[in-house]
């Protein structure tokens, strides 16, 4: 069964080549976000990551060996005026736009389970 899990994982990575591209990931400073930012960039995509969790994105960037293609930008995604500031860093940053979108921040207006 190892052997393959470990057929299907090379499989995959050779036919979704990800060299050379650009994903923006919103809550990417933990969870889901965190290991879509790391798997991204260990595939060989650059990418843009953004969180309120300035301290977070920091802290999980450090611990990543690929940490060049990692580009920490603090985004509040309520805030349109700081979305606007993600997507202009995401354009200037290389020499490509980017190709993938990760939303992963967690917000919600309403706070109370029975509102939701």
């Known amino acids: ?4 899990q ?3 994982t ?6 979704l080549n990800l060299t050379g591209r650009k ?4 809550g990417a400073a933990s969870g889901i976000g965190s ?24 802290l999980m960037s450090e611990s990543m060996l690929c940490n060049e293609a990692l580009h920490i930008v603090p985004c509040d995604v309520r805030d349109v005026h700081q979305v606007r500031n993600l997507m202009e860093v995401a ?4 020499h490509h736009s980017a190709s993938i979108l990760v939303n992963c921040a967690g917000v ?3 706070a109370t389970i029975d509102k939701m």
């Open 6 to 8: 470990q057929q299907l």
């Open 23 to 26: 994903a923006i990931i919103t």
């Open 1 to 4: 069964k190892q052997q393959q």
């Open 108 to 110: 919600t207006r309403d």
């Open 35 to 58: 290991a879509v930012a790391r798997t991204l960039a260990l595939q060989g995509c650059s990418a843009i990551c953004s969180d309120v969790d300035i301290d977070g994105m920091l």
């Open 91 to 94: 354009d200037n940053e290389g």
């Open 10 to 15: 090379i499989t995959m990575t050779s036919w």
